[in-house]
């Protein structure tokens, strides 16, 4: 089956760190994959995106993920997290999105 | 307009009752998409229109009934719900089910009781 894995279901990390989200999938040809945010009590809002090309995309609030066909991954990373990040990261796929199971971040000061 | 307007943002109602989810999108997407989202869960595909057809339906029980009567424009009525149907349900619009472009609205909060 088409799916997206995300390993980690709780990830905590210092305001100011690094910050490196996983998400895996299995798929015969280059998939369409998504990362969205998703803060308590509100909708889904959109990192970035990857079609094709350059696999390296860049998001909003300043995101980035890079596309690994070799590791099959799609792992989203933020060089300096701020307290305001703190929410559930969803990685998805297309056709008709669908949801890896989400990771909840946590930043402390 | 670049939104998906879900109404009503919340939405309590009894095991008895019927009621109707509604959706909007003025963006001309033509694929349209109903979630549920426990919480603390991912949401979770229900149904997808494209062109104003039915083309998935994820095995959703028949007290969930979706509709399209045009291509802005999704609806999902609610008849005999149970309490644990209760999540906020979420619409989504894109250019196509390739997933060009994928918007949500904000959902609506359901409760059963």
């Known amino acids: 089956a088409q799916s997206v894995t995300q390993p980690d279901i709780h990830i905590t990390v210092s305001e100011g760190a690094s910050l490196e989200l996983r998400c895996n999938y299995s798929?015969?040809?280059?998939?369409?994959l998504f990362w969205y945010v998703q803060s308590p009590g509100q909708g889904l809002q959109l990192l970035l995106k990857?079609?094709?090309?350059?696999?390296l995309v860049q998001g909003i609030k300043g995101f980035e993920a890079e596309f690994k066909r070799s590791q099959s991954s799609f792992n989203l990373r933020k060089p300096s997290v701020h307290w305001s990040d703190a929410a559930e990261y969803f990685c998805?796929?297309?056709?008709?999105?669908?949801f890896g199971t989400g990771t909840r971040l946590t930043v402390i000061p | 307009d670049t939104e998906v307007t879900q109404t009503p943002k919340h939405l309590v109602m009894g095991m008895t009752n019927k009621k109707s989810l509604k959706c909007e999108q003025h963006m001309g997407h033509r694929a349209m998409y109903w979630y549920k989202q426990k919480a603390k869960k991912p949401p979770e595909l229900m149904f997808v229109?494209?062109?104003?057809?039915?083309?998935i339906n994820e095995s959703v029980p028949s007290r969930f009934s979706p509709e399209c009567p045009n291509s802005s424009l999704l609806n999902l009525h609610l008849h005999a719900l149970q309490p644990e149907d209760s999540a906020l349900y979420l619409c989504?619009?894109?250019?196509?089910?390739?997933?060009?472009?994928?918007?949500f609205g904000s959902g609506t909060r359901l409760t059963v009781v």
């Open positions: 229109y494209s062109y104003e057809k039915l083309s």
């Open positions: 989504a619009s894109s250019q196509d089910k390739a997933g060009y472009g994928y918007t």
């Open positions: 998805a796929r297309a056709n008709n999105l669908f």
């Open positions: 990857y079609f094709s090309g350059d696999t």
């Open positions: 798929y015969g040809a280059t998939p369409y």
